[in-house]
């Protein structure tokens, strides 16, 4: 045998006797663009030689081997349906205060439904274990007792990078003055009043999470997981945080050790798109605006006013316009725009003609539009989004209009300027080579530190220590207290001596005078 076949049988050996891991992964969100991560993760792995059971209320056509779904029916997706009035459009006037409530209301009803579905009782009841849970982190910390319930070690997975929910279960640090909550939309650069405004939505959403959202969370496991340890044990037993973030995009913060990014690990390199598509790009010679509100929010829901004014504008460009539109006709379509319920997202971003991409400002939108470089026009609605354009407007690869106030002259220009002026795709390119220039794919990653936190029984070396911490000893409380107290008492034994000695003086001048 020559060198370069005993190498490759070297590498076949290694790559069988790495051990395939068993993997529970639970998303149970109803939402497509959550659902598309927790495939990703799935396949991904699986891709990677584990043994993947994915949990969603959505299902994969084309899985790949060692790849099995138990799909469970989503109460909420129920719930909306039902509800032919609401427009998600409407959520874009919720006050943020408001909106941690509306949350912990669909939480619980999102996990509810999750307990109670037969696919889930199945799974409880059967005797399978798994090396690895990996859960979702929505509001969804009742899963964290599968981990205890199937004796496999605890992984969360963060769809958002870290926020409040990730940093509380491993103690992160993420001082106030300069990481706005994700849901307030202000970029690290805040105001005096921005801080305050931060500060004091802080406290209310802690206020929020250890007195309403958390002891809902520990009722949902005394009632589906009855032989589960107390809540507050397996709650803070979290192994290792997956975050879907990357400091190309999202703002550096501090992670502590066992909070891993992997943002842009659901980008593949772009497949050949369809046949039609792949012409209307190819002929596009003006170049081609993408316009998508994402999975969830429905276009044809818009405002109409601001209807008009995107029709009026789109067909005044000489570049061509896809537009994913949720209803099969749209009115007054102009002759340069061409309407879809579904379009390859990906692909038509890798398209050397793509120019722009029109979007509600959704995180994996802004991932797969700085990892393949294209300028962002975001048009924000709600949760995360205002955050998001306030990034790209922040990082110089984008601009943020809102739907509600747009004016044909502000769309317009807005638009030309980003097309015209280069200085937007080349800060997005910028983006796109940083969020690539990775020491591994960030899929490997993932694998790398699953296998890790096994490897090392849950890898408690890598905890800080403040998780273990009182509330008050984290914030230093009772030393503040303790300081406190002693000024306090310092202050009152100079003020009791100084009484003494201006009384004793008082009395020795008096003494003196009677003498005399
Ligand atoms: C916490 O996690 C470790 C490592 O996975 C495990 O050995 C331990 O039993 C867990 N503790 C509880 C209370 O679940």
Redesign the pocket.
Known sequence: MNGHVIQLVLIAFIIKSVVSLKLLIVFPAGARSHYNLGNALGKGLANLGHEVTLVAPFSEPNPPKNFKEIVFEDVLKKYIDADKSLNLFDASHVSPFLYLFILNYFSSLMMEGFFKANETQDLLRSNETYDVVIVEQFLSDSLHAL??HFN???VVFSTVGSNTWTNNLVANPSPLSYVPDIFLGFSSDMTLLQRAYNLLFSIVAQLNLHFIAYPKQADLVRKYIPNA?DFT??HY?V?LILLNSHESISQPVPYVPNMISIGGYHVNPPKQLPKDLQEFMDESKEGVIYFSMGSNLKPSQLPNRTKEIILKVLGSRKERVLWKWDEDQLKDQPRNVKISKWFPQQGILAHPNCKLFISHGGFLSTIETVTMGVPILALPVFGDQRLNAARAVALGFGNSLSFVTLSEEEFSSKLEELISNPKYRENVKLRSELIRDRPMKPIELADYWIRY?VKY??A?HLRVAGINLPFYQYWLLDVIAVYLGGFILMMYLLKTLYRYMSKSNKQGKLSKKKKQ
């Open positions: 981990a205890e496999a070690k605890l340890p044990k397996i037993n192994s936190v029984n849950g408690p």
